[in-house]
Each structure stands twice: as C-alpha cells, then as structure tokens.
C-alpha cells in the first residue's frame, strides 16, 4: 500500500472524506498511478490531482475509480456531492482530466513507499490557461449542479402527528426532475413513522441508541437523526440520509437547548435527547 502525502490541513472535511475513500479504493485495486489511468479515461497527472486533494475529481472520475474497484459508486458520488458544496468558488473549477488523442507528457514517477509525493511541481510557464468559453462552461456547470443539491437539500418535509400525538407520517418528498436527477446519485427515500415506546420515540427507520455520527455520514441511522430533530421543531434541511452541514446545524442547536457539549456529532447523550 502506498504511504499517502498528508492532505493539506485547510481541506474542508468532507472533501478530506472524499479523498481518504477514494484512496482507499485505490489501494485495493493494487493499481499504481499509471496502470490505473490506462484502465480510464483520466491521465497519471489528474490523478494525482485528485487523490492529493488540489483538485475535485468529476462524477465520471469518481464512476471510473468505483469501476475498477468493482464497488457500488453510490455511496462515493454521494460524498462526492457533499464535498462539492464545500469546495467553495475560491478554489478552481473541476479539471475533466480526460486523456485525448494528442500526445501527452510522460508522466513523473510514481510516489513508491518512502516518496509519498501525489504533486510533483508543474515545470515553469506550462500549461495554458483555458480558453474563456470553455472556463465559462465550466463554472456554469458547476453553479447548476451546486443549485440543484440546494434545492433538494433544503426541501421541506412536513410533519402530522396522528391521534394522541403519539404517531404521525412524514409523506416521502416528490421525485426530482429529469435535470437533478441527472445531477444528484440516487438515494433511498426516507419517510417518518413516528412512534413511542418505553418512553423514547422512534422514526420506524433504525432503532440505534448509541452509534455515532458525524459530518459526512450517509446511513438510514442518519435518516432517523433527521426525523427525530424534526419532531423536536428543529429542520434538519430534509430526511435524506445524509450528514451535511444543515444536519449537524440542527444537531447543534438541540445540544444547545438539552446543554450537552456542542459538537454536531450525535452519540449516546445526543441520542437519548432526541429519542426524548
């Protein structure tokens, strides 16, 4: 297995998520840099980018590497989402990074064990910088997807108990359109059951008291976390699945309100608030 570079330490977390699964797929494959840009469509060098965090691999790429890797890409295009929305407009668009039919510089050596180094330095005055049409393609690309992961995202789940305040139903929310379906991976649709038992409430999804979760997290115990913030009147930003910034906001502030530590993680104390 190869010895990584240490990511730089300003990387949002959900990027550093993104990278660390990806490398780890990498490993797996026993592929060096070479051998794995033979088997797609995406040169040594992006992929050096990638998996040294300078740049955000596309969908494709990240389809490509759960491919060779012979893996469910579900999960990895879902991190892939979370970590686009934290890339920020500071950082540059996402590079393609597939191979033409043009001749292409041989790539450098790749890191062995003791040299670890995914970003050997460009030789000076290379690289052209894109054309302005095609820079602008890029970044409205990016805008589109951005937005389409907002809209579903913050989509609002209505929640009505039933008889005695003790049930109620969260109904599932309506299906994307053709466009954000094209731009977000697929997830299970997540709806709220409400019940009461033994004095906790339960969301009929997981019935987990203790495990914990954190920013980044995609599982149905997530889902649960979801409906059961939103029983208490705090919007998670929807029952998704997925851990991103909206949720461990909600988190948060039922940390608050039950005076636990604030740290947007949920564990055993934060789970028995929320199953209170």
Do not use: N
Request: proline letters at 11%.
């Amino acid at each position: 297995m190869s010895r990584w570079r240490a990511l730089p330490a300003e990387l949002d977390p959900s990027v550093r998520r993104l990278v660390e699964s990806l490398r780890r797929l990498k490993d797996q494959s026993g592929l060096s840099l070479r051998q794995l840009a033979a088997r797609t469509e995406y040169s040594a060098k992006s992929w050096e980018r990638y998996l040294g965090g300078r740049t955000l691999p596309p969908r494709e790429a990240v389809e490509a590497l759960a491919r060779v890797g012979d893996e469910d890409p579900v999960r990895l295009l879902a991190l892939r989402e979370v970590a686009a929305q934290a890339w920020g407009a500071a950082r540059t668009p996402v590079q393609d990074g597939r191979t033409t039919d043009g001749p292409e510089p041989a790539p450098g050596p790749e890191p062995g064990p003791e040299q670890g180094d995914l970003t050997p330095a460009a030789p000076p005055g290379a690289g052209p910088s894109a054309p302005r049409s095609l820079r602008t393609a890029l970044v409205a690309g990016s805008v589109a997807l951005v937005l389409a992961i907002g809209s579903a995202a913050i989509l609002a789940v209505r929640l009505t108990d039933g008889p005695g305040g003790e049930t109620g139903t969260v109904p599932p929310p309506p299906a994307p359109s053709s466009s954000a379906a094209a731009a977000t991976p697929e997830q299970p649709a997540y709806a709220c059951r409400m019940s009461r038992a033994d004095g906790r409430w339960y969301a009929g999804i997981s019935r987990v008291t203790g495990e914990t979760l954190s920013y980044g997290d995609i599982s149905p115990e997530v889902a649960e976390a979801q409906c059961l913030l939103r029983r208490q009147g705090i919007s998670p930003g929807g029952i998704d699945g997925i851990f991103g910034p909206l949720t461990e906001k909600a988190v948060k502030e039922l940390q608050r309100r039950s005076h636990l530590v604030v740290d947007g993680i949920i564990g055993p104390h934060t789970w028995k608030a929320l199953r209170g």
